[in-house]
């Protein structure tokens, strides 16, 4: 579906029938005469503005925009074009004669083929591997460093490494890399936005996230699948550990039926037995799921729990008779303002199932909160002769950037902060600043959650409600 433009010849016409139509006299049409260079100029004028009119008419409807016009379209209900795949394939690793010590490859190790237009495609591998004492190769699993089917590259087209390994003396994959694709074609995400919007109340997970984070008071939302039929929605609000309404109203409204949104299952009890502290909360109510198919008769129980203050006290819940499989309760917390973080144990008797969930909301429509993880970097360097003045505050800055621009859930990977030691984070999209007068990065350590890396394919996991944000960093100048 386009629109046609009118050729000049067509313009000049329309033109001409005009002022006849108007002045039935005037017949010196030719080339050169005044009428016709009067006409011609006048054509160029509107079929500029024809043009300009096309453009503007297609770029603000989804059925004719393109490339950025379309994202642009799109966006008003959260749907972003999605990112192509990466090549993957395996890259053997040799040696001349058998090896008489091991040889370390670690993952991240690059290596690269060059492409029909002269350019490099770049590949990393997956995973550590070795070759062995007495042995001449290795195999291991690799990917294309960028998305996209230039990495479907043929068998043999990858022949060079980035950085040379004592002992290695080629390298090579025996089996063409597959597997990579572009990114989203206009097509299919015109599609994917007219059924977004078509089905209502059906929301995918991407599109929620949306709306709930163009709340006003919401800076960042995640969703994540956790079990057929129920969610866990994170959402970072200006409000904090106040309930924030609008977030539960937003649920309520986009939520797909038959869908809960669980908030966090912090124990459980299993006919009769608790078992605490599966999970920790940033904070939150606490809320009892039936998991048995009928209570009778009625029964009360007590929840443990630690507070955002690391006071440990007792909630209490009443669970009607003829409760079902799916009821929740709201527990009442010792101290009506309390926040809980964890169950540590209960007071129970009985012999059903139950869940005990934390967050904020009603159910099925409860959210919570991220918690945030302080990440500590210690960064050893190894100047040139001159180096930046202030080398040492220009990378700090920059990692602390890198840290400051994580999302909730993202995991640290050592080999994802190397770069930005490097060069400015803040610039990576535009000049790219590179900083000058390092000689040698020396040691890198990232610390958080009590676990560090230092290596390349080191990674600290991160829980889906949990968010870094920059603790310590040091930078040693040598």
Known sequence: MTMELRTLAAIKTALQVYQQNRHPYLRDYSDYSTLTTVNESMAVQVQYVEERSKAAIEANSIWMATGNDLDILVSDRGITREDGTRATGTITFRTSTPTAVTIFISAGTKTSAIAPDGNRIYFETTQDANIDAGYTSVNVPAQAVETGTDGNVAAYAVNSIAVYIPGVSRVENVAAFS??????????????????????????????????????????????????????????????????????????????????????????????????????????????????????????????????????????????????????????????????????????????????????????????????????????????TTPDPDLDTKIEASIESYLDDFNIGDDVEFSDLIPYIYMDYDTRETTKDQFIGIEQITSVIITAKDSSISGFGQTISLESDERIEPGSITITLS
């Open 179 to 384: 597997g990579g694709t572009e990114e989203e074609d206009d097509e299919d995400l015109r599609e994917r936005y007219i059924y977004a919007t078509d089905i209502n109340g059906r929301a995918t997970l991407p599109l929620m996230e949306q709306h709930i984070y163009d709340l006003e008071n919401v800076t960042e939302c995640q969703i994540f699948t956790k079990s057929p039929g129920e969610i866990e929605i994170v959402a970072d609000t200006s409000l904090g550990t106040t309930l924030d309404q609008t977030v539960v109203d937003c649920i309520e409204e986009n939520i797909a039926a038959g869908i809960a949104g669980r908030g966090k299952i912090l124990a459980t009890i299993d006919g009769g037995v608790l078992t605490p502290t599966i999970s920790v909360i940033a904070a939150g109510k606490l809320y009892v799921r039936v998991e048995s198919n009928l209570v009778t008769p009625n029964e009360s129980f007590s929840i443990i729990y630690t507070s955002t203050t690391g006071l440990t006290r007792t909630a209490t819940v009443e669970i009607p008779t003829g409760s079902v499989k799916g009821d929740v309760i709201e527990a009442t917390m010792q101290v009506p303002t309390d926040l809980a973080v964890q169950v540590d144990g209960y007071i129970y008797t009985g012999s059903n199932d139950y869940s005990i969930l934390g967050g904020f909301g009603t159910y099925p429509y409860l959210y919570i909160t991220p918690r945030i993880v302080l990440c500590n970097v210690t960064i050893k360097v190894t100047q040139t």
